[in-house]
């Protein structure tokens, strides 16, 4: 595992995530699951958990852990640069063309095009931690954590339903967690 493994890695996520940091999360599971075996499914739900909570974007926050984890600081910083400086010299090249051609029917349809591709990125994320949380090992393996799949549950109503912080939620979760598990005695 070299770094310049980690910047090309993170440089391809930088180029290619439309959408924002939680579009960015298949393509980083992509390259740091399922590509390099960097990380465990379980352990990359674990750290989306960890970035989202954290301050700064998910997507940086993602790439640097898995890059100080996998080679120290020179790895963090390689990953995160990979995953900040394409996207930010995009964002500059797209804010000058977008500032020129914005009333342009081909820009608009270019962009009624993008939508629908960050959308389901980010329900593609979405389902994937679904999917950690409630069948760990796996849809073929069954044996569903249904006491994760019912805090999933109240959580997407009280989002849904409320103005509560969707931080108080999550930390509200991992209380009902660590609760059930000292219950239970799986903690």
């Known amino acids: 595992m070299t770094v310049l493994e980690l910047l090309w890695s ?3 996520v930088g180029l290619l995530s439309v959408g924002g940091g939680y579009a960015a999360i298949p393509l980083i599971q992509e390259q740091a699951v399922v590509r390099h075996g960097w990380l465990t499914l379980r352990e990359f739900s674990d750290l989306v958990t ?12 993602a790439a640097t852990f898995i890059g100080i984890r996998l080679a120290g600081v020179p790895g963090a910083v390689a990953a995160t640069l990979g995953c900040v400086v394409p996207s930010g010299i995009l964002v500059l090249l797209l804010a000058r063309l977008y500032d020129r051609y914005r009333k342009t029917a081909l820009l608009q349809s270019v962009l009624g095009c993008l939508r629908p591709a960050a959308a389901a990125l980010i329900a593609s994320a979405g389902l994937s931690i ?4 409630v ?8 044996n569903p954590r ?10 997407f109503f009280v989002l849904r339903r409320s103005r509560l912080s969707p931080v108080l939620v999550m930390l509200a ?6 609760l059930f598990g000292l219950l239970t005695g799986a903690a």
């Open 146 to 155: 249904w006491a994760g799949a019912a805090v999933f549950a109240c959580a």
């Open 130 to 133: 679904l999917g950690t949380a």
């Open 135 to 142: 069948l760990p090992d796996g849809f073929s393996a069954g």
């Open 173 to 178: 979760c991992g209380g009902v967690f660590v």
């Open 50 to 61: 960890i970035a989202e909570m954290t301050p700064g974007p998910i997507a940086v926050n």
């Open 10 to 12: 993170f440089v391809q």
